[in-house]
């Protein structure tokens, strides 16, 4: 049976213009905009959508019908939320690079990336076996999660993807395993 999977990053917000760890925070207005001159989507049998307002409201930009997912919603940061990434490095300096370096570490007190990427892939696996195509409106940290999962790729390798707010990613299950889709 086979699925395709698109991925749509959220809009940008004021924490992601300022590179701050993410809150539940709106779009930015220009966002919800750009999310609305946006090519039509191909028709999809499912559309789901992380339950954070930014990721609702560029679904709604978007104009989709899209189901609350909760498997989609974007890594846990724990006590960094809403802190600027210089600040945790200025405050926690040791505590910010093992984050970085050490995939099963929650230094922050939320989610490890090793299991943000099991919780993506266990969500990309129950769509494998309903086939058809599931349009997903997510989070950066959660599609490059899905693209390490896909690629099989080391934990580490989940800082070497540069997902940009409203890009869209493509994937396709055979059923048995999933690929990364490029069209024109």
Same mark, same amino acid.
């Given at each position: 049976m086979n699925t395709r999977l698109t991925w749509i990053c959220h809009g940008a917000t004021a924490a992601s213009r300022k590179a701050l760890f993410p809150l539940d925070e709106p779009l930015e207005g220009k966002a919800a905009e750009e999310a609305g001159r946006m090519a039509a989507l191909p028709r999809a049998d499912r559309i789901v959508t992380s339950p954070a307002l930014r990721a609702r409201q560029t679904a709604e930009a978007l104009r989709l019908r899209a189901a609350i997912e909760p498997s989609l919603r974007d890594c846990d940061h724990g006590r960094w939320a809403g802190k600027s990434i210089a600040a945790i490095e200025a405050e926690e300096p040791e505590n910010l690079i093992v984050w970085m370096t050490e995939p099963e570490t929650t230094a922050h007190g939320g989610e490890s990336l090793a299991e943000l990427r099991k919780r993506v892939a266990g969500w990309m696996d129950s769509q494998s076996?309903?086939?058809?195509?599931?349009? @997903? +409106?997510?989070?950066? @940290? +959660?599609i490059r999660a899905a693209v390490a999962h896909v690629l099989q790729a080391p934990p580490s390798s989940f800082w070497l993807s540069d997902v940009e707010p409203l890009a869209i990613l493509r994937m396709t299950s055979n059923g048995s395993r999933w690929s990364l889709r490029f069209q024109h």
């Open positions: 076996g309903l086939g058809g195509h599931v349009i @997903a +409106v997510s989070h950066a @940290a +959660v």
